[in-house]
């Protein structure tokens, strides 16, 4: 049914001031070293006219996984797409994370230590440091913490980590926040070491809070970094699905009594699992990326974690450490139009809900990436995420709008400091959606570029893709006169008044 939305900017009311990093993103530890990822899609995947394979054990994915090398964080490319996208966390973690050696003295001569799958040389992570020091950014990492480092029964040892620490701080890129281990409560599938049990994370987790705070006591003590211990996705949570199959245990369980605070609540989103779990439950079919009962899972999970985050760290921000449309890797549309629905409804819903942080998973690497791997071409959702960061300011109004089909209506302050506002509206029906401006304004419509599944986007009706010397297309708004508006159906549109 076609809706109705009045606009009335007088009326808004302040929720919250938001953080001005709450557009973030992960580099994932494999894609800095090189190793193991997601399969890309073929291109017919992609387009939906060709089947894939399935994960049918959860321990054996080595035919949906490639080798891919390091990726070059020198890419002029690369570095000058992010600073476009602003001041942000870059978080280096991923399962990868848990298991990699640090070999900055070139002592092992590139065979990796027993216990360990990957190693990081120094130079590699130069050249990381040197990529969030030219974006401006703030640097979240996790630790290792697998065979290689202790046995489940031995507390987790510190030289390691210090040597990464230590490295960032004299080369001048601190590390301003750190989880201890990516998703812990996956235990066996996270590479931690052999028998480790909730109670033994537990310790360690307050041995490594206690070690920072001694040694980098203005590093963010972020976590505990679990995915999936909530109903995550929805209608699509089944008791047969990727929890029971894995043997999750619970934040509460990792965390036990702990002892030392943590300075902010963290874990993992996906809106569902992608077509190569769908074996194992909790996959969307393509039929729902636009229903109301998909795109409200980002804002169920962040309310579900809200309780705990006010018993673990009180008073102090949220951070979706990963986010993104699905787990494994992405689904086959998560590179095209049809997802930035998801992207911007995630932002202007977890904006309503709370302050933090949400890393999308990940900036270039897989499908769901906001460049595609190796070449840095942007996709729909980097320009989508763009264009929030250039129109939408940190000060968040309640609308007085009901989220439903066809009118899912966000405001904020504007970015550029003028009186006024921003209004995101996305109508993710097949039907107009009529609005009432009250005043003029400047129009920003996002569309498919002839279909959803659409590699490309539109903005106004311009095809956005980058020019020569990689400059970007043109990303100016319409003056959009007052009165009655239409948006057109599965559209997405920044009215700036």
């Known amino acids: 049914m076609a809706q109705f939305v009045k606009l009335d900017p007088a009326a808004l009311k302040a929720l919250r001031t938001i953080d001005e990093r709450l557009v973030s993103y992960n580099v994932e530890m494999t894609e800095v070293t090189g190793g193991t990822f997601w399969k890309a899609y073929t291109e017919a995947q992609v387009d939906g006219t060709e089947p894939f394979d399935q994960i049918l054990d959860w321990r054996n994915m080595g035919n949906l996984q490639q080798w891919y090398d390091p990726i070059d964080t020198t890419n002029p490319r690369l570095i000058r797409l992010a600073k476009e996208l602003g001041t942000a966390w870059v978080r280096v973690s991923g399962t990868w994370a848990n298991k990699t050696y640090y070999d900055f003295d070139g002592h092992t001569g590139g065979k990796v230590p027993v216990g360990y799958q990957n ?48 490295t960032s701080q004299e080369y001048g890129v601190p590390i301003s926040a750190a989880e201890f281990t990516n998703e812990p409560n996956m235990m066996v599938m996270s590479g931690l070491p052999q028998g480790y049990t909730a109670e033994d994370h537990a310790r360690d987790h307050d041995i490594f809070a206690r070690w920072l705070k001694e040694n980098y006591p203005d590093c963010l003590m972020v976590g505990p970094c679990t995915c999936g211990d909530v109903a995550m996705f929805g209608e699509m949570s089944t008791g047969g699905g990727i929890a029971s199959a894995l043997k999750m245990v619970t934040t509460e369980e990792l965390l036990g009594d702990y002892e030392k605070r943590l300075d902010v609540f963290s874990y993992h989103y996906y809106n569902g699992v992608s077509e190569r779990g769908a074996a194992m439950g909790g996959h969307w079919p393509y039929e729902a990326a636009l229903s109301e009962k998909y795109l409200c899972v980002a804002a169920n999970c962040a309310r579900q974690y809200l309780n705990r985050r006010d018993t673990y760290c009180p008073g102090g921000q949220m951070w979706v450490t990963e986010s993104g449309d699905a787990g494994c890797g992405g689904n086959t549309w998560a590179s095209t139009f049809v997802d930035v629905f998801r992207t911007l409804n995630e932002l202007g819903e977890f904006a309503t809900v709370t302050d933090g942080v949400v890393f999308h998973n990940t900036l270039a690497s897989s499908d769901y990436g906001f460049l595609k791997h190796g070449t840095f071409e942007p996709r729909p959702n980097y320009f989508a995420v763009l264009l929030w960061n250039r129109l939408m300011g940190q000060t968040v109004y309640a609308t007085g709008e009901e989220i439903r089909e066809g009118a899912h209506v966000y405001a904020h302050s504007r970015k550029d400091g003028k009186e006024g506002v921003v209004y995101l509206i996305i109508n993710n029906s097949e039907d107009v959606t009529a609005v009432d401006l009250p005043v003029n304004a400047v129009r920003y419509t996002l569309s498919g570029n002839g279909k959803l599944r659409s590699r490309t986007m539109l903005l106004n009706g311009r095809e956005l893709v980058l020019g020569e010397n990689d400059q970007l297309p043109d990303l100016s708004g319409l003056e959009q006169p007052a009165g009655k508006v239409e948006l057109a159906p599965q559209t997405c549109t920044f009215l700036v008044v």
């Open 119 to 166: 190693l990081l040389t120094k130079q590699q992570w130069l050249n990381l440091l040197d990529f969030v020091r030219a974006i401006d950014g703030k640097l979240l990492v996790s630790v290792a913490n697998c065979p290689g480092t202790h046995a489940a029964d031995e507390p987790w040892p510190t030289e390691q980590a210090d040597l990464l620490f230590r």
